[in-house]
């Protein structure tokens, strides 16, 4: 269902949504990768040199759903460091793909990923396999 943000209020926000035939749906709610609801800390290397620290909100094979107390720039190529749960760290490349100011120092972003070594797939996919048998599928 598609929506059209209205801002009502400065401190309010209302979607309205209009009515969607059953292929738009379809069309709009089909991903490319399953997703699953997990809050994992991870540090992103940004390409200007710094560090910022992000956390998940959800994941897939293909990408992060984030959250932050900093901003990345849209389109911003960034090296992502996230520990696999098995003594490992996961080396992933990506870029953003949407950021989004909440408030005052809070953001949420989404980084599609890019590049990802065979070895370091393996290990996401695991992780991945791994979370969602614990309950935490999202779609």
């Known amino acids: ?5 209205v801002r009502i209020k400065e401190e309010l926000t209302m979607w309205k949504f209009k009515k969607s035939t059953r292929s738009e749906l379809e069309e ?19 390409s200007q040199g710094n560090n910022i620290n992000v956390f998940t909100d959800d994941v ?17 190529d960034v090296s992502l460091e996230i520990p696999s749960g098995y003594g490992e760290m996961i080396r992933i490349e990506g870029r953003v793909i949407w950021i989004d100011q909440k408030g005052p120092h809070n953001y ?32």
């Open 108 to 139: 949420a972003g989404g980084i599609e990923f890019t590049r990802l070594s065979e070895e370091n797939l393996q290990v996401w996919k695991k992780f991945i396999r791994r979370n969602s048998m614990k309950g935490q599928e999202l779609d």
């Open 28 to 46: 709009t709610e089909q991903r490319r990768y399953h997703r699953i609801k997990i809050i994992v800390g991870l540090v992103c290397r940004r």
């Open 60 to 76: 897939s094979e293909g990408g992060i759903r984030f959250f932050s107390q900093q901003s990345l720039e849209k389109k911003e």
């Open 1 to 5: 269902m598609k929506g059209k943000r």
